[in-house]
């Protein structure tokens, strides 16, 4: 019993953990956020007196002239946003380059929208970005109060409130008790701050309804386009390797069959030797035929799914390769091939030109998203082959397929390769069909 | 008989060369892509020039480029164009420049070894092998209906015909005698309104006619 009730405690003592180190990650999270939030506010402020030193000079007149550079200058600060929040989220849909001369800003709903975020980002943004910034001060200030308060001038150790002075050692334990008020205001409450600040942003920066549509129209429609023509690469992909591979290996074979017929009375020597040339072309047929079947859908992954699939792959692999997969569930076949295929090409071109030691691929899903990566411990240098070699045959074609296979889906694909190395290719898809 | 080779697969290319020495042909130089065909039909001047469709860079249609090239630079070339697969636009881009001299036969004729040195030599002589495979096809899409009278024999006939055979070879393929050739030969003249006063090859015109059906379509 006493050692099930051990088991019980360590179990609820590593869950309290966990909950322990979510909560103190999202609230850091939320606090970068939110100091992020407060840099662009900063320039949203002049911005903002800009905007409104435009409105009125414009009353006059005399800002009609200014009107062009304020104009951009807010644009320039959305983009920055808009980047910014991309880097904690969902990327806010970019709309078309907004006007920059008076008239059509006016009408123009882009830089409508754009203006009611600076007004709420100059404001309770920036407000948000500031307690942000002061809350975690507070909180360590308060906290390590009992440390130092003696060592400072006694008009110097008011609490972090402004009111009250401590002078006494309970006073100081009582600034502590605040500093932990200050650090569960912090834990408790940044994450929301965080959303609070960025929802302008997020609501205001996108491209607005009228625009957002016509946006996605065009978004899918490339989509598409790259799905079908994948789609008709890979269709010529096969037929060249039916033509040019294993066809070609079977005219050898007749070619050399024909040749041996003719020699067979006057030469049987040669005329063997011709066979056992004619015997291996159709070897190199046959297994030129398996890797087309195997290449349109490799049936390792219909037997033994992903995880087993790419342990298949790791084990052909001729660098020393870890396999770490952990997903629940199967994705869509073509998702599935295609993510096969992105290991598969990453490993070869680990085998072919890193000169690692070792090679890593980890698998994972969530939200939806299949999210690759393959490393390696080697000389790097891959993207200078990804973009010198995309015409030719070199490493980076095959890679360069890949990457259009993995557009099809909608998927992202990075490769992070400087020379020197390591060597990181990454590939994000939706698991759906 | 002295010739250049191409073909961008080595594997094939070393078995069409073995080939062909071993049938005692002078194969002077080898090449893996057009240019280097090119190159190498002006170096070594050969009888025969034996192409590759599919080879380096596009594997589309260099041979046929190539061949149509070689013949410009020096007018009367034999060519013999080896495909994987029968693709008319491409027999009738190398049937425009004139059949004298041209052949087109699908790659693996040339494993049955007597039929494809016989194609071989009738090019190098001025002659055409045309693949029965290719000629079926221009036969299928040819528009002129003088061709529908064609009884299906002398269909036959006029296909081994366009593949370059003479009465005695199309006798011997139908196994029938060189007299029921020549009347299925004065059968189809008639139908295809070739009168014996013109003053042209009724068989190359005959053959021609069904080409030009074709290079219409094209």
């Given at each position: 019993?006493?050692s099930?009730?051990t088991?019980?405690?360590?179990?609820?003592d590593?869950?309290?953990?966990q909950?322990?180190?979510r909560?103190?990650?999202?609230?850091?999270a939320?606090?970068?956020q939110l100091?992020?939030g407060?840099?662009?506010?900063?320039?949203a402020?002049?911005?903002l007196?800009?905007?409104a030193?435009?409105?009125?000079a414009?009353?006059?007149g005399a800002?009609?002239?200014?009107?062009?550079?304020?104009?951009r200058?807010l644009?320039?600060l959305?983009?920055?946003?808009?980047?910014?929040?991309?880097?904690?989220?969902?990327?806010?849909a970019?709309?078309?380059?907004?006007?920059t001369?008076?008239?059509?800003?006016?009408a123009d709903p882009?830089t409508?929208r754009?203006l009611r975020?600076?007004v709420?980002?100059a404001?309770s943004?920036?407000?948000?970005?500031?307690c942000?910034?002061?809350?975690?001060?507070a909180a360590v200030?308060?906290i390590?109060?009992?440390?130092?308060?003696?060592l400072?001038p006694?008009d110097a150790?008011?609490?972090s409130?402004g009111?009250?002075?401590?002078?006494s050692w309970?006073?100081?334990?009582?600034?502590?008790?605040?500093g932990l008020?200050?650090?569960?205001v912090?834990?408790g409450?940044?994450?929301?701050?965080a959303r609070?600040?960025a929802?302008p942003?997020?609501?205001?920066l996108?491209?607005?309804p009228?625009?957002d549509l016509s946006l996605?129209?065009?978004e899918?429609a490339a989509t598409?386009a790259?799905?079908l023509?994948?789609h008709?690469t890979e269709?010529?992909r096969i037929e060249?390797?039916?033509?040019?591979?294993?066809?070609?290996r079977?005219?050898?074979?007749?070619?050399?069959?024909g040749?041996a017929?003719?020699?067979?009375s006057?030469?049987?020597a040669?005329?063997?030797?011709?066979?056992?040339?004619?015997q291996?072309a159709?070897?190199?047929?046959?297994?030129e035929?398996?890797?087309?079947?195997?290449?349109?859908?490799?049936?390792?992954?219909?037997?033994?799914?992903?995880a087993g699939a790419?342990?298949g792959?790791a084990a052909d692999?001729?660098?020393p390769?870890?396999?770490?997969?952990?997903?629940?569930?199967?994705c869509a076949?073509s998702v599935?091939?295609t993510?096969y295929?992105a290991v598969?090409e990453g490993?070869?071109?680990?085998a072919k030109h890193s000169?690692?030691?070792q090679a890593v691929?980890?698998v994972?899903s969530?939200?939806g998203r299949?999210?690759?990566r393959v490393e390696?411990?080697?000389r790097?240098g891959a993207?200078?082959?990804l973009?010198?070699g995309a015409?030719?045959?070199?490493?980076g074609?095959?890679?360069?397929?890949?990457?259009?296979?993995?557009?099809?889906h909608?998927g992202?694909?990075?490769l992070s390769?400087p020379?020197?190395?390591?060597t990181?290719l990454?590939?994000?898809l939706?698991?759906?069909? | 008989?002295?010739?250049?080779?191409?073909?961008?697969?080595p594997?094939?290319?070393?078995?069409?060369?073995?080939?062909?020495?071993?049938?005692?042909?002078d194969?002077?130089?080898?090449a893996?892509?057009?240019?280097e065909a090119?190159a190498?039909i002006?170096?070594?001047?050969?009888?025969?020039?034996?192409?590759d469709v599919r080879?380096?860079?596009?594997?589309?249609?260099?041979?046929?480029?190539?061949?149509?090239?070689?013949?410009?630079?020096r007018p009367g070339?034999?060519?013999?164009?080896?495909?994987?697969?029968?693709e008319?636009?491409f027999?009738t881009?190398?049937?425009?420049?004139g059949?004298?001299?041209?052949?087109?036969?699908l790659?693996?004729?040339?494993?049955?070894?007597?039929e494809f040195?016989?194609a071989?030599?009738r090019?190098?002589?001025?002659?055409?092998a045309?693949?029965?495979?290719?000629?079926?096809?221009?036969f299928?899409?040819?528009?002129?209906?003088?061709?529908?009278?064609?009884?299906?024999?002398e269909g036959?006939?006029?296909?081994?015909m366009?593949e370059?055979?003479?009465?005695?070879?199309?006798?011997e393929?139908l196994?029938?005698?060189?007299?029921?050739?020549?009347?299925?030969i004065?059968?189809i003249f008639?139908?295809l309104?070739?009168?014996p006063?013109?003053?042209?090859d009724?068989?190359?015109?005959a053959?021609?006619?069904?080409?030009?059906?074709?290079?219409?379509l094209?």
């Open positions: 019993m006493t099930g009730q088991t019980g405690d360590a179990e609820r590593s869950g309290l953990r909950t322990a180190a909560t103190a990650g999202s609230a850091a939320a606090l970068a100091v992020g407060l840099g662009t506010a900063f320039l402020l002049p911005v007196l800009c905007v030193f435009t409105a009125a414009s009353l006059v800002g009609l002239l200014l009107a062009p550079a304020t104009l200058a644009h320039a959305a983009a920055r946003e808009r980047a910014r929040l991309a880097r904690w989220g969902p990327e806010p970019a709309p078309d380059d907004p006007p001369r008076l008239r059509p800003a006016l882009t409508r754009e975020w600076l709420r980002h404001t943004g920036l407000l948000l970005g500031l942000g910034l002061v809350l975690p001060v200030r308060d390590s109060f009992p440390l130092w308060w003696r400072v006694a150790t008011s609490t409130l009111v009250g002075t401590a002078e309970p006073d100081a334990l009582a600034v502590v008790l605040l008020g200050w650090a569960a912090v834990l409450l940044t994450p929301g701050m609070l600040q929802n942003g997020r609501r205001l996108t491209a607005g009228e625009a996605r129209v065009a899918l598409r790259a799905a023509d994948a008709a269709l010529r060249r390797s039916l033509h040019d591979g294993a066809q070609n079977l005219v050898t074979v007749t070619v050399l069959l040749a017929r003719r020699m067979a006057g030469d049987p040669g005329a063997d030797e011709l066979l056992e040339r004619a291996s159709a070897e190199q047929a046959l297994a035929l398996r890797s087309v079947a195997r290449g349109i859908l490799p049936p390792v992954l219909a037997d033994r799914g992903l790419l342990a792959l692999c001729a660098v390769c870890r396999i770490d997969v952990d997903v629940p569930e199967r076949a599935e091939a993510a295929f598969a490993l070869t071109n680990v000169g690692a030691h691929v980890t994972r969530s939200g299949l999210r690759l390696d411990d080697g790097g993207e200078a082959a973009h010198g015409s030719g045959a070199g490493g074609s095959g890679l360069t397929g890949i990457r259009r296979r993995i557009a099809a909608d992202d694909f990075s390769s020379l020197g190395g390591p990181t990454e590939v994000e939706p698991c759906g069909s | 008989m002295r010739i250049v080779m191409a073909e961008d697969d594997l094939l290319r070393e078995g069409l060369a073995l080939l062909l020495r071993a049938e005692s042909m194969v002077v130089a080898t893996g892509t057009a240019e090119l190498a002006d170096a070594h001047e050969p009888d025969v020039a034996v192409l080879m380096p860079p596009t594997h589309t249609d260099e041979g046929i480029v190539a061949a149509v090239e070689a013949r410009r630079r070339l034999a060519v013999l164009v080896l495909s994987a697969y029968v008319q636009t027999a881009e190398l049937l425009t420049s059949v004298a001299g041209l052949g087109y036969l790659k693996e004729r040339v494993g049955r070894v007597e040195m016989d071989l030599r090019v190098a002589g001025g002659g055409t045309i693949d029965p495979e290719v000629v079926a096809q221009l299928t899409s040819s528009r002129d209906s003088r061709l529908e009278r064609l009884s299906p024999r036959d006939v006029l296909a081994l366009a370059g055979m003479g009465n005695a070879a199309i006798a393929r196994v029938v005698t060189e007299g029921a050739v020549h009347k299925h004065r059968s008639a139908k309104d070739l009168s006063t013109d003053r042209v009724r068989r190359v015109a053959v021609l006619r069904y080409l030009e059906g074709v290079r219409r094209a």
